[in-house]
């Protein structure tokens, strides 16, 4: 928490640069920053999902979702081989409960036999637009993981993050009334 004497701006990054967690300094440009940049920028995404009304029904695991996108941009944000102190690394457990819950959703949608459209209703919308966001956070990650080591289980998590946010907004639209459009290929 900043305090009322506490300036939010320090100028430091003036130059182009930022420090990551643990100190060392990079440019703005580098791939970790991309990385954890775009996780935070998914984080903002969920929050307008959140704001909007009809979300309900999903607001607990968003949340939990938004407080796993902290862990995972906080490791993302820490230079190779430094150590992470003052929380926990996201668990194993996380996926497989996403896991679990995308089978819960499949199990009460249609299946589907065509690709669909993003849309329908404003939260299903806004789920849709988080899912591409976390897909562009998957990709940063992959490529920083060309060039430094990361955790395996991060580009898990996103990657069954996007998969459940998908299945999330065609749950949306469902309990909304509102039909998929799909795309079979054709013009």
Not at 50 to 74: H, M, R
Not at 97 to 116: G, Q, S, T, V
Request: hydrophobic residues 40%; glycine residues 10%.
């Amino acid at each position: 928490m900043i305090s009322s004497g506490m300036k939010i701006y320090t100028k430091t990054g003036d130059s182009g640069e930022t420090s990551l967690y643990g100190g060392r300094r990079v440019k703005k440009s580098d791939l970790r920053l991309e990385a954890y940049g775009t996780v935070d920028e998914l984080n903002s995404v969920l929050g307008v999902v959140l704001a909007q009304p009809g979300v309900g029904v999903y607001s607990e695991e968003l949340k939990k979702i938004q407080s796993d996108l902290f862990v995972l941009g906080t490791e993302l944000a820490a230079a190779s081989g430094e150590p992470i102190t003052g929380f926990q690394l996201l668990p194993e457990s996380r996926v497989s409960e996403l896991e679990n819950e995308m089978d819960k959703l499949a199990a009460a949608l249609p299946e589907l036999k065509h690709f669909i459209f993003p849309g329908g209703n404003q939260v299903a919308a806004s789920l849709h637009q988080a899912r591409t966001v976390c897909r562009r956070a998957e990709r940063a990650t992959v490529k920083l993981g060309e060039v430094e080591p990361i955790r395996p289980l991060v580009l898990q998590y996103l990657n069954r993050l996007a998969d459940y946010l998908f299945m999330l907004a065609r749950q949306a639209n469902k309990q909304a009334g509102v039909e998929e459009t799909t795309w079979s290929g054709r013009n």
